[in-house]
């Protein structure tokens, strides 16, 4: 097969990315190194190759984009550039980077932001998937693609979520305001032609075989990238796929038309995804991706709590405060204590919040009251499983655990646009409730350990039969077939959306 054809004569659905890296994943070179080595081994890279109008090339990019459906696949209808921007067309310019490969062994790139800790832990979720499966078979590198790959001030951008979430009535606004297409594809159509230089010196760099996006940001910029190297034809086409890592309610900047393939955790998800132009064949609802410890057996609730230092007896709550240990955790411990007492023992999981953990263990409880206090942990699946009820933020990881693990949950926030449908969700599917004050939490909690001991017994049953502990290996599985096998799916999509 030519891959230096013309883009209409591509066989493929997404870009391919053989880049002239001739550099082993292993080095441990810096980014910085490694591109000054790609110049070394004779690539040509981004400070070789600049137009000397830099402002110019922009505009001459931009006026050539259009936003087709969906935000558009194919932005360039012709090579803004020229020859001024031209590189060595993919077998020659990937010779170095195919020389220093591992026989057999695929490179996959899983594109995230740090915004929440989410995408991260769904980005490892699924380089520990590829490990256990196939052992050395996939080297999986996880980058952050706004922070690392991206100039200023767009490198910046991540470091904004934390205060717009905290500010509840920003996020909403910005969050609605981007979610209709024209205004979300015409940013990112702004996006990629500023960012240009630095997402393709990424792909080169990285060279992978497959690449996997789990952040609603990380369609559109890299597709049109790799489509229009593809136009140039320096890389042959691979595989790129989204995983979704909401839970219902998604931002429409997950989905694009131009991917291989779309997994999504919940059939609501995948009617979205239909909304914005993907075709069923596209979109796979396998679940959420979550850490594979939760696939494991474990043993009897008894036998882990004897394992985890707590009574055997007690009726158990778990308090969950993400990454940053926020959602009120200490005024709904206050709460428990003065209302339930020490009926019940509880476990507090403060994430990197340590003077939450101090304030914590310092506290006076009454008597017979056992409380749990972590930092974090690696053991979430054994503590979850070991406890009766699990109070957390909407998010929609903890909620996938819990199910799993079969633990009723009592919601105590969200964030606005992306969490809000998973609310409805859990109270739908009746395997739990929602309550933001920490009276009303406390109030809850004692009523299930007492009063409502059935109902919490059916909300456990109910939610373990929701829960899919499978997903994650089925989503990899998939996603390793398209490593191996680009071009044996959705082969004439890639030419379609470029033509």
Same mark, same amino acid.
């Given at each position: ?24 994943? *292993?080095?441990?070179?810096?980014? @910085? +190194?490694?591109? %000054?080595? $790609?110049?070394?081994?004779?690539? !040509?890279?981004? =400070? ?48 170095? *980077?195919?020389?220093?490969?591992? @026989? +057999?062994?695929? %490179?996959? $790139?899983?594109?995230?932001?740090? !915004?929440?800790? =989410? ?381």
């Amino acid at each position: 097969m030519d891959f230096t054809q013309s883009a209409t004569g591509v066989s493929g659905r997404s870009g391919g990315l053989d880049g002239p890296d001739g550099l082993s994943r *292993g080095s441990t070179l810096s980014c @910085t +190194g490694k591109l %000054r080595a $790609l110049s070394k081994h004779g690539a !040509t890279t981004q =400070g070789s190759r600049r137009p000397s109008n830099q402002v110019g090339r922009w505009l001459r990019r931009f006026g050539g984009a259009g936003i087709a459906a969906g935000g558009g696949a194919g932005f360039l209808p012709f090579d803004p550039l020229g020859t001024a921007h031209a590189a060595r067309p993919w077998p020659l310019s990937a010779l170095g *980077g195919f020389l220093t490969k591992k @026989t +057999g062994v695929k %490179r996959v $790139l899983i594109l995230m932001s740090n !915004t929440g800790g =989410g995408h991260k832990a769904s980005a490892d979720a699924l380089k520990s998937g590829f490990e256990q499966l196939y052992r050395g078979k996939y080297e999986i590198n996880v980058v952050d693609l706004w922070m690392e790959h991206t100039p200023y001030p767009f490198n910046q951008l991540p470091k904004t979520y934390s205060f717009l979430v905290n500010n509840a009535w920003m996020w909403r606004i910005l969050y609605f305001l981007s979610n209709p297409r024209f205004m979300h594809g015409s940013g990112m159509a702004m996006a990629a032609t500023i960012c240009y230089d630095r997402v393709s010196e990424c792909i080169e760099l990285y060279n992978p075989d497959l690449i996997i996006s789990v952040h609603p940001l990380m369609q559109h910029v890299p597709m049109r990238v790799l489509i229009d190297r593809m136009r140039r034809g320096v890389q042959k086409p691979i595989a790129f796929a989204t995983v979704v890592t909401d839970f219902t309610t998604c931002h429409n900047s997950w989905f694009h038309p131009g991917v291989t393939q779309c997994f999504v955790p919940t059939e609501f998800c995948a009617e979205l995804a239909k909304r914005m132009n993907l075709k069923g064949d596209q979109i796979t609802v396998h679940g959420l991706p979550i850490r594979p410890d939760f696939s494991k057996s474990l043993p009897a609730k008894a036998t882990l709590r004897k394992r985890l230092g707590m009574d055997k007896e007690k009726p158990a709550v778990l308090l969950v405060g993400g990454g940053e240990g926020m959602g009120k955790l200490e005024q709904i411990v206050d709460a428990i204590a003065a209302e339930v007492g020490s009926s019940c023992q509880v476990v507090v999981i403060c994430g990197r919040n340590t003077k939450l953990v101090t304030k914590l263990e310092e506290r006076e409880y009454p008597e017979g009251m056992r409380v749990f206090v972590n930092g974090f942990v690696n053991n979430m699946n054994e503590w979850m499983s070991a406890c009766d009820a699990v109070v957390t933020k909407a998010g929609p990881g903890t909620i996938a655990e819990a199910l799993i693990c079969g633990t009723p949950i009592l919601l105590n926030g969200f964030v606005p646009g992306q969490e809000e449908g998973n609310i409805p969700y859990v109270l739908d599917n009746k395997v739990g409730a929602f309550e933001r004050q920490p009276n009303g939490i406390a109030n809850v909690i004692k009523d299930w350990f007492t009063a409502k001991q059935d109902i919490l017994k059916e909300m456990s049953q109910r939610a373990k039969s929701l829960g899919r502990p499978e997903a994650l290996f089925r989503i990899v599985e998939d996603l390793a077939r398209f490593a191996d096998h680009p071009f044996l799916y959705h082969q004439t999509q890639v030419a379609t959306q470029m033509a």
